[in-house]
């Protein structure tokens, strides 16, 4: 007996941190109809996770939040570089680097900018941005458990202010539940890589003082270094709000609360070079540092995403920029496979593209946190720390997946940064000029396929209109070029074709998520058949 359904929507999505809600967010943009269950109470209160790299600012700013995140995040907008220091007060310093962009040299590869905005201030952000898209959020929600058959998944959910349980059925469930996922678990889904790496505890605090010892240092993370108390200070407003990591052992048999408020206002004392300094303690929350990623990123209808499907280490913020890039990858080809215009297996390609890149990438961060000697992690020798941050912020590849005539045996993070159009890579960011307004190619990407071409691309569109007709695509089609006829007007100086790595008479097809799904360096003798190809290859038709 089949037991009664009282929600049934495409989309069920389980964890309302950082991941879940951008992939709430990212759906609501896209028109997909979803519900969202989170257990807590509430968006975190803890300002943790803060750095967003440019690629997370990218599709920030095509999701129409930018400018409200960095509202949000303007406490911190002068915060550059990371510091290390046996203590704030005496005269040996090191900046492992002063800035994330030295020179400026990001704006001729991106239209967006890193930025610094702890996850409490975040959440609330995209919290208010899915909810005004429509989509369906609700806190104090737990899953209790789900079964899966071939044409979807029916979940068991439990309100923790009321105790009311209801049963949701939807076509795929997007686990967005943390490290230690019950839906992974549920699904049998192991583990690789190293494991556990080190153990610290955030320890909030109030300290009017200590802003007279940091000076006119407006770092993103100091690590103290003294060896009888070390740890990372943080500012939350550069004045009195502080955020301060401790080392913690439990490997060792140290229980959690031997931290106690004496403890920990002695440790920061001490760290900080400041015996006499007035701490208050506000928060304290454990947090462990891995190295792990899911053999499998689905099982059946059920996709893990963020933490579920990786761990990394918080230097440098690689996990949660990786989560919400997966929330990204899947919301396109969950949307385009219930709207009709893409094969299940479409679907398949989530774990074929994101896993490798949080396999290289959490390597990167664990090698990241020894260069920068994060508290409690073993210290390695190393040069050039900022080397390869910009590849893996932007540069990631995907070798095989929903792409057609990409190089199955390219790197998936190159060692350096370069951006070239080729199949698999993020397509390239290049200024035009639409009616007299300003956008990057970057803003053309989300609701469809998009085929550029330069002026002499007029029979790439024809063919690409009449391929998506016949295939039922959504295909948007623009010419890049500096004639009345063309859609689009390239900026002075900047060249359509030699960005995007074609001739004049050629074509570059990207996907919605803004990575290029194939190209045609020149011209072909049957353009729709060209283009019919490579969307079913793509799309898995």
Same mark, same amino acid.
């Given at each position: 007996?089949?037991?009664?359904?009282?929600?049934? !929507?495409?989309?069920?999505?389980?964890?309302?941190? $950082?991941?879940?809600?951008?992939?709430?967010?990212?759906?609501?943009?896209?028109?997909?109809?979803?519900? %969202?269950?989170?257990?807590?109470?509430?968006?975190?209160?803890?300002?943790?996770?803060?750095?967003?790299?440019?690629?997370?600012?990218?599709?920030?700013?095509?999701?129409?939040?930018?400018?409200?995140?960095?509202?949000?995040?303007?406490?911190?907008?002068?915060?550059?570089?990371? &510091?290390?220091?046996?203590?704030?007060?005496?005269?040996?310093?090191?900046?492992?680097? #002063?800035?994330?962009?030295?020179?400026?040299?990001?704006?001729?590869?991106?239209?967006?900018?890193?930025?610094?905005? =702890?996850?409490?201030?975040?959440?609330?952000?995209?919290?208010?941005?899915?909810?005004?898209?429509?989509?369906?959020?609700?806190?104090?929600?737990?899953?209790? =458990?789900?079964?899966?058959?071939?044409?979807?998944?029916? *979940? %068991?959910?439990?309100?923790?202010?009321?105790?009311?349980?209801?049963?949701? #059925? *939807?076509?795929?469930?997007?686990?967005?539940?943390?490290?230690?996922?019950?839906?992974?678990?549920?699904?049998?889904?192991?583990?690789?890589?190293?494991?556990?790496?080190f153990h610290n505890v955030s320890i909030?605090?109030?300290?009017?003082? $200590?802003?007279?010892?940091?000076?006119? #240092?407006?770092?993103?993370?100091?690590?103290?270094?003294?060896?009888?108390?070390?740890?990372?200070?943080?500012?939350?407003?550069?004045?009195?709000?502080?955020?301060?990591?401790?080392?913690?052992?439990?490997?060792?048999?140290?229980?959690?609360?031997?931290?106690?408020?004496?403890?920990?206002?002695?440790?920061?004392?001490?760290?900080?070079?400041?015996?006499?300094?007035? !701490?208050?303690?506000?928060?304290?929350?454990?947090?462990?540092?891995?190295?792990?990623?899911?053999?499998?990123?689905?099982?059946?209808?059920?996709?893990?995403?963020?933490?579920?499907?990786?761990?990394?280490?918080?230097?440098?913020?690689?996990?949660?920029?990786?989560?919400?890039?997966?929330?990204?990858?899947?919301?396109?080809?969950l949307a385009a496979v219930l709207g009709?215009?893409?094969?299940?297996?479409?679907?398949?390609?989530?774990?074929?593209?994101? #896993?490798?890149?949080?396999?290289?990438?959490?390597?990167?961060?664990?090698?990241?946190?020894?260069?920068?000697?994060?508290?409690?992690?073993?210290?390695?020798?190393?040069?050039?720390?900022?080397?390869?941050? &910009?590849?893996?912020?932007?540069?990631?590849?995907?070798?095989?997946?929903?792409?057609?005539?990409?190089?199955?045996?390219?790197?998936?993070?190159?060692?350096?940064?370069?951006?070239?159009?080729?199949?698999?890579?993020?397509?390239?960011?290049?200024?035009?000029?639409?009616?007299? !307004?300003?956008?990057?190619?970057?803003?053309?990407?989300?609701?469809?396929?998009?085929?550029?071409?330069?002026?002499?691309?007029?029979?790439?569109?024809?063919?690409?209109?009449?391929?998506?007709?016949?295939?039922?695509?959504?295909?948007?089609?623009?010419?890049?070029?500096?004639?009345?006829?063309?859609? $689009?007007?390239?900026?002075?100086?900047?060249?359509? *074709?030699?960005?995007?790595?074609?001739?004049?008479?050629?074509?570059? %097809?990207?996907?919605?998520?803004?990575?290029? *799904?194939?190209?045609?360096?020149?011209?072909?003798?049957?353009?729709?058949?060209?283009?019919?190809?490579? %969307?079913?290859?793509?799309l898995k038709l």
């Amino acid at each position: 007996m089949n037991p009664k359904v009282d929600d049934r !929507v495409p989309v069920l999505i389980v964890g309302g941190s $950082l991941v879940g809600l951008s992939a709430s967010l990212f759906l609501g943009r896209l028109g997909v109809r979803h519900l %969202l269950v989170e257990k807590h109470a509430d968006t975190s209160h803890h300002p943790r996770g803060r750095g967003n790299n440019v690629r997370t600012m990218e599709l920030y700013r095509v999701a129409g939040i930018e400018p409200a995140i960095r509202e949000a995040a303007s406490v911190l907008a002068a915060n550059h570089g990371i &510091l290390q220091t046996p203590s704030l007060t005496g005269e040996e310093q090191e900046w492992l680097f #002063r800035e994330i962009d030295p020179g400026g040299r990001l704006a001729r590869f991106s239209p967006s900018a890193w930025c610094l905005c =702890s996850q409490n201030d975040l959440e609330p952000v995209l919290l208010k941005s899915a909810r005004e898209l429509g989509g369906d959020l609700r806190f104090s929600t737990e899953l209790l =458990s789900f079964e899966q058959d071939a044409e979807g998944v029916t *979940a %068991l959910l439990r309100s923790r202010e009321t105790g009311e349980e209801r049963t949701v #059925r *939807a076509q795929y469930l997007v686990a967005a539940d943390g490290p230690r996922s019950p839906s992974r678990e549920r699904l049998g889904i192991g583990q690789t890589g190293k494991g556990e790496l080190f153990h610290n505890v955030s320890i909030t605090f109030r300290a009017k003082r $200590l802003a007279e010892a940091v000076g006119d #240092r407006r770092f993103i993370a100091c690590y103290l270094t003294n060896p009888e108390a070390d740890g990372a200070l943080l500012p939350v407003d550069n004045h009195e709000e502080w955020v301060f990591h401790a080392p913690w052992h439990p490997e060792h048999g140290e229980p959690l609360e031997a931290f106690t408020d004496g403890r920990c206002m002695r440790h920061i004392r001490a760290a900080v070079g400041m015996p006499d300094l007035e !701490v208050e303690v506000t928060g304290k929350a454990p947090w462990h540092a891995a190295e792990r990623v899911a053999e499998s990123y689905s099982g059946g209808r059920v996709f893990l995403a963020g933490d579920s499907a990786h761990e990394m280490s918080p230097t440098g913020a690689f996990g949660s920029n990786t989560g919400i890039q997966d929330a990204h990858n899947l919301a396109w080809k969950l949307a385009a496979v219930l709207g009709g215009w893409a094969g299940p297996g479409l679907l398949d390609t989530y774990g074929q593209e994101r #896993r490798p890149v949080a396999e290289v990438t959490s390597e990167r961060a664990s090698a990241r946190s020894a260069e920068h000697s994060h508290p409690g992690y073993a210290v390695v020798p190393g040069v050039g720390r900022q080397a390869g941050v &910009l590849a893996v912020a932007l540069g990631y590849r995907y070798p095989a997946g929903a792409v057609a005539g990409a190089d199955p045996a390219g790197a998936v993070v190159p060692e350096k940064f370069e951006s070239a159009g080729e199949p698999g890579s993020r397509a390239p960011h290049q200024w035009l000029l639409r009616a007299g !307004v300003k956008l990057s190619t970057l803003d053309l990407y989300e609701q469809a396929m998009v085929l550029l071409t330069g002026p002499d691309g007029l029979a790439w569109h024809e063919g690409a209109r009449r391929a998506a007709d016949r295939l039922a695509v959504p295909l948007d089609a623009y010419r890049i070029g500096l004639g009345a006829e063309d859609d $689009l007007a390239p900026e002075p100086g900047t060249d359509f *074709a030699e960005l995007h790595g074609v001739r004049p008479d050629g074509a570059v %097809l990207v996907r919605p998520d803004g990575f290029v *799904a194939w190209r045609s360096e020149g011209a072909a003798a049957d353009p729709e058949a060209a283009v019919t190809a490579a %969307l079913r290859e793509v799309l898995k038709l």
